[in-house]
């Protein structure tokens, strides 16, 4: 009896502490996206390197994608762009960029000098497509599966490690 | 003198033309700003987090607050149009969140603290009252060893 009376406060007190514990580990920033496993909003917009051409979602269907929303304003991506370009190289999965509420020529201009990993970017001029998106801090990246759902949501920069250990295998499984 | 005076008329009729400018836009719509303004106090902006979107000047904000409005002219209700944000970016958007069995911790935990603390309040006063009112072992036998204990240490 004596034991049982102090391990009822240690047990909330070891709750609480592990409830706190895991609150400090998470980013308030990354808002878990409730478009996860719906499919991907339509969308038609024209092409940056070729405005007389637009690109839509249901172009890509069959197809396992990534759309990785972009502005040449945005100083993370320039974090994450390098291991875009490698991921282009490596020919494994197709990078669509939407080059959000950006300057065209800017968007461009900075391809040019940072190189260009898309496959083909769109133009997302005023913001529209990304809040269809659930778009609220520029770098974030989607996999999008052959049949047009969502899987899988970025929020901020790729990291080597997000790249490996969640999105590669992803795009594995769903390539298959 | 005179040409003091036209300046001095340029100048007042500049100003008026320059205090026009500056007045805000005054929309059409009383109702509707009224009813934009007390949805965006419910609607929380994503980039600064603990503003609503009536509050935020960032870019996101302001383009939420454009959807909003175009949505709320295009007829659609204060609950559509909070369906609406909520689809894209999920009840984090809402400030007065749903209940639903995810945030049943978040709704009723507080009341379930206070009534497993006052239920825990409760049992132990009783304890007390019970402990306080039971009459204290009058074992003589105790009571004769302590006065023998007492006795001794006195000698």
């Not at chain 1, 996206?33 to 909003?41: E, F, M, N, Q, R």
């Not at chain 1, 969308?43 to 051409?53: G, I, T, Y």
Request: hydrophobic content about 45%; overall charge positive.
């Amino acid at each position: 009896m004596k034991t049982f009376r102090w391990s009822i406060p240690l047990a909330i007190f070891v709750v609480l502490v592990a409830f706190l514990w895991i609150g400090l580990g998470r980013d308030p920033r990354e808002v878990p996206s409730p478009l996860i496993g719906k499919p991907a909003p339509a969308f038609r917009l024209v092409k940056l390197h070729a405005p007389n051409e637009t690109l839509s979602a249901s172009d890509l269907k069959g197809k396992v994608w990534l759309l990785n929303v972009w502005a040449s304003w945005c100083v993370s991506c320039r974090e994450e762009h390098p291991l875009l370009v490698q991921l282009a190289k490596a020919n494994i999965v197709p990078v669509y960029g939407l080059n959000y509420k950006d300057d065209p020529q800017a968007g461009r201009d900075w391809l040019v000098k940072n190189g260009d990993p898309y496959t083909a970017s769109i133009v997302d001029r005023d913001g529209r497509v990304g809040i269809d998106y659930g778009v609220y801090g520029v770098p974030e990246t989607f996999l999008i599966d052959k049949s047009g759902t969502i899987r899988y949501k970025q929020i901020g920069p790729i990291t080597p490690q997000a790249l490996q250990e969640k999105i590669l295998p992803l795009v594995r499984e769903l390539q298959q | 003198m005179i040409r003091t005076l036209i300046a001095a008329a340029l100048l007042l009729i500049a100003s008026l033309v320059w205090a026009g400018k500056m007045e805000p836009a005054q929309s059409a719509g009383g109702a509707l700003d009224a009813r934009l303004k007390k949805l965006e106090t419910e609607l929380r902006c994503l980039v600064c987090q603990n503003q609503t979107l009536a509050d935020s000047n960032a870019d996101l904000a302001e383009d939420l607050r454009r959807e909003v409005r175009e949505l709320a002219v295009s007829g659609k209700s204060d609950d559509e149009i909070r369906g609406y944000l909520v689809a894209r970016y999920g009840d984090f958007v809402l400030y007065n969140p749903p209940v639903k069995p995810t945030t049943w911790l978040l709704w009723f935990g507080p009341f379930a603290l206070a009534v497993g603390g006052a239920g825990l309040w409760w049992v132990i006063l009783r304890r007390r009252a019970k402990m306080a009112t039971s009459t204290p072992p009058d074992s003589s036998d105790a009571q004769a060893r302590g006065r023998e204990l007492l006795n001794n240490d006195a000698e």
